[in-house]
């Protein structure tokens, strides 16, 4: 099995700043991609930003030029450094990690989500 333990988050105000890290551990021969997802209540899970091993990144287009995605492959960790927050930013932010088996089968995990309040 798979641990994804995130940290960081909490209160902040608008345009500030926050950085979320999400750290994989255990069974793991491989990771194809890893990402951040956010929900509020009564809508749909969203991508927010997503890394692949080879370090192509995505994006939605209402963080870009606000949020960062970085990873560190050796430590399987990634990172969300969210600058210029806006209330709307406001959402629980959850980590996936897409890990892939020595044949190639991917599968999916997700961190616990954290809390990212912001204030105007």
């Known amino acids: 099995q798979v641990q994804l333990v995130e940290s960081g988050g909490g209160f902040v105000q608008a345009g500030g700043s926050v950085r979320l890290s999400c750290a994989a551990s255990g069974s793991i021969f491989g990771i194809n991609a890893m990402g951040w997802y956010r929900q509020t209540p009564g809508s749909q899970r969203e991508l927010v930003a997503a890394i692949t091993s080879g370090g192509n990144t995505n994006y939605a287009e209402s963080v870009k030029g606000r949020f960062t995605i970085s990873s560190d492959n050796a430590k399987n960790t990634v990172y969300l450094q969210m600058n210029s927050l806006k209330p709307e930013d406001t959402a629980v932010y959850y980590c996936?990690?897409?890990?892939?088996?020595?044949?190639?089968?991917?599968?999916?995990?997700w961190g616990q989500g954290t809390q990212v309040t912001v204030s105007v």
């Open positions: 996936n990690v897409q890990t892939k088996s020595r044949v190639g089968q991917l599968q999916d995990f």
